[in-house]
């Protein structure tokens, strides 16, 4: 992560925290809140290297190759620390240690840089030893706070911090960042569309079993056009052997509505934000069979279906009668 990857996603944050470096003007303590997978760690480690780099770049980005860059890479650097739950939480022991490291005071420089991950799973006494820690703050020392629930911070430590809020990334946003991260332009937005999670949707895209998945949503969508006996068959062939359990037809309800929404945004006369671009050409003479009534129809069928799951449908059953209603046939169930 660089200054200049975090102002484009997190532009606000980005400034903030670069002005504060700039104009050494580092707040004590702040608390970083948003969702998972936004790097907010990443971020912190960004900040870390940014205080204590013995190169500084372009754009003030750290070098990543003095000492103090390496090791605060590899966790090693002995004013910076690190702090996450053990178990289910972070326990008073922890901030201890931690004052503990750093009452030996100067290791190798004033500055003192800590980061706490998931910062709401203090307990109480983890948190009553962190204030104490907070109100006597030595002047050169640097608290971050990470946390995805900023509602479960007590108000006197919320009070201590500047907090800095990492926005949810847009979908084009998202959708870029997959790609860079290597994930195919082609499964990207399908990842984009399912979740706003880059760290859930690297997952995915390693998943073997998702990526068979959607072969097998497509396959089903594609023999559905030829008639019902077609996409019975491969209900019996490929489906039910694949969606076994609940989750997993729930996922591959979802990516056989995505369909539906690409073939409406198609033919509301947008393109953007499709979840299968590449069948773009083929969803176009697809679209022309469905009114977008009928294909609200279908989206419905398919939610509709989603919510019997949960009630405990016999999912055979449930796929067998959502197909029919999807062919649009006579047979509706
Ligand atoms: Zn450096």
Redesign the pocket.
Known sequence: MTWDELEMVQPLAAKMLKNSILKQRVAHAYLFEGEQGLGKKEVSLLVA?SL?????GKNMN?????S???RINSLSHPDVHLLEPEGLSIKKEQIRSLQQEFSKSGVESKKKFYTIVHADKMTVNAANSLLKFLEEPNSETTAILITEQIQQILPTILSRCQVISFKPLSFNDLEEKLISDGISPTLAPLLANLTNDPIEAMKLNNDEWFAQARKIVLKLYEVMGKGSLFAMVELQEDWYNHFREKNQIDQGLDLLLFIYKDLLTLQIGRNKQLAYPELQSQFERDMLRNSPAKLAEKMSAILEAKRRLHGNMNPHLLMEQLVLKLQGGSTFV
């Open positions: 290297k204590f780099c013995l190169n500084i750290p070098c990543e190759q003095c103090n860059c390496k």
